[in-house]
């Protein structure tokens, strides 16, 4: 079953501006999906439609069958939203803002206490829920965000920019937090700048910019695309040039770095192999920048035509096709 | 003819729905409560000031007002004009306060239809209205002597008066897109309407182009149905005036689930 569908989904704001133009758009029970754009790509406002806090202009869309346009209450309560922006009541607690929330759903107030413990203590609220929100930290209240979304145990959660300024221990908690919710059959739908964020956690991904989905594919298909990844080694010796290797690009960027760039069609025991013949010894290396951040680069900058011409050829299992022309990728310093 | 399995659905909605309502009122309510020094204090003291100075100094000189005491005769506008600029104030400022902080999207991206949550707020405008009224009754006692002629009118008024300005306050918290909106209202239209609007004098000392326009003012039948609940007299036609109350309140009412239904103000 689909949990969500849309058809020729439109938005046009009062000031002309084309917010989706036409948007087709599946994301499969289950999945854990990745919605990914530039900013102003139209991300928040396909959010906005779903949640009904934006008015289409055209098109369908529908939340596990029920079309938003005929059974809008029944759309609505499958599904859980935590917005880009704080938008909960700064002077309510964390355990009013939550039991609050369950009793907008239909949820009794004493099942509702049960439900705001639960989510409180799994998002590490518990000790703060008879605070002011207003004085939680910036993870606490994108946290206290997720747990009133979860009140109503939504089949669908939404999740536009959920780590937003939090720190790296905290997003990686919650990360651990939403794969197990996914695994407990819970759709996810996520907007992220954090692109290792959506690798790391999402199966599918649809990249959405001036306002038209320009990719739509798993996530491990879209990774196998990359032509070429690029490597940064830090070096044992001091190097004074790049060392000349044989079917490799490197480049000298410092005395002890080197950059690399590996093609898909070879492998780096190959480079180690020519490196450790010119007496370069490598301590350690690391890709010099996220490939799926490398990827959406490239779909962005050409409009989706990098991805067209890899899609054309990519097979019905989902196969790695040939790669974006070398002219069309981004250049990252 | 319902299925079997739709009556239990349309049944669970409903309570739903009715949790819905309650849960608003509950909120609602807890920031009344919350706020008690901006919400139910001031009108009690602007109820004392009123009294000392209309009713005790300057009222001693006025004399009798339709054959009443003059603080008997006030004492039932001045409750009446708490109830409308409390209940009025409660929800404008409730309402807008969400919208300017987002967090009446807690409630649009739920399953509540627009009429509950119309239905809420206004209930949270009622009880405010109600309890701010009862605050300034208890203030007025110590004034004036209050007779009740009539128990349900003064209640049906109470109720019914408060309704409209609630409904009243979220349409204009609706529209408001800035602070200075959202007091417009109540500054240049509601405070001049509830002074025109018999709380001070008989409408009969007017001359009769006065009185005919005063006729327009719908405050002057509430608080004229108001009083013909305490002292038995009203310079309008009571029946009238809680017809009219009645109507007021069905059109606001759909005016305001109209257009929050429609998003005005709270969606793009």
Known sequence: MLALSTRGLTKTYKNGVHALRSVDLDV???????????????????????????????????????????????????????????????FESPMTIVVNQA??????RSEA??????????????????????????????????????????????????????????????????????ARGTTIILTTHYLEEAESLCRNIAIIDKGGIIERDRMSNLLRRLNTQTFVLNTRGTLQAAPPVVGFGVRLIDEHTLEADIGKEQDLNGLFVELSR???????????????????????????????????????????????????????? | MDSPTQVPLRQSISRARWIGFKTIVIREYGRIVRIWGQTLVPSA?????????????IGRRVGPMAGFDYRQFIAPGLIMMSIIT??????VSSFFGAKFGKHIEELMVSPLPTSIIVAGYTAGGLIRGLMVGGVVTLVSLFFARLPVAHFFAIIAAAVLTSTVFSLAGFINAVF?????????????????????????????????????????????????????????????????????????????????????????????
Not at chain 1, 145 to 173: K, Q, Y
Not at chain 2, 250 to 263: E, K, N, P, S
């Open chain 1, 278 to 333: 010119l007496g370069v010894e490598v301590l350690s290396m690391r890709n010099k920048i996220n490939r799926l951040e490398e990827i959406f680069m490239q779909l962005v900058e050409t409009g989706g035509q990098a991805a067209a011409g890899v899609a054309a050829t990519a097979d019905a299992t989902g196969a790695a096709g040939a790669a974006a022309p070398p002219s069309t990728r981004a250049s990252h310093g």
């Open chain 2, 86 to 91: 409390n209940s009025y104030g409660n929800v």
């Open chain 1, 28 to 90: 499969e029970e289950g999945d854990f999906f990745a919605l990914l754009g530039p900013n102003g790509a139209g991300k928040t406002t396909l959010i906005g439609i779903m949640t009904s806090l934006v008015n289409k202009t055209g098109g369908t869309a529908s939340i596990f069958g029920y079309d938003i346009d005929k059974q809008l209450e029944r759309a609505k309560s499958c599904i859980g939203v935590v917005p880009q922006e704080l938008n909960f009541n700064q």
């Open chain 2, 176 to 268: 408001a897109r800035s602070f200075d909106q959202m007091n417009f209202i109540p500054v240049f239209v509601l405070t001049p309407l509830t002074y025109f609007g018999g709380v001070f004098y008989s409408v009969t000392m007017l001359p009769g182009w006065a009185q005919k326009l005063s006729f327009v003012n719908p405050i002057l039948h509430m608080v004229n149905a108001f009083r013909y609940g305490f002292l038995g007299t009203s310079d309008v036609h009571v029946v009238a005036a809680f017809g009219l109350m009645l109507l007021l309140t069905v059109v606001l009412f759909a005016t305001a689930v109209q257009l929050l239904g429609r998003g005005v103000g709270v969606r793009d």
């Open chain 1, 103 to 108: 009793g907008f759903y239909g949820i009794e």
């Open chain 1, 113 to 182: 206490r049960v439900r705001a413990e639960r989510y409180l203590r799994q998002l590490q609220l518990w000790d703060k829920r008879n605070s002011a929100a207003r004085g939680l930290s910036g993870g606490m209240k994108r946290r206290l965000m997720i747990a009133r979304a979860l009140m109503h145990e939504p089949r669908l959660l939404i999740l536009d920019e959920p780590t937003a300024g939090v720190d790296i221990e905290i997003r990686r908690t919650m990360w651990d937090f939403l794969r197990d919710i996914n």
């Open chain 2, 45 to 57: 003291v602007t109820a004392t000031l009123y009294f000392v100075i209309f009713g005790n100094l």
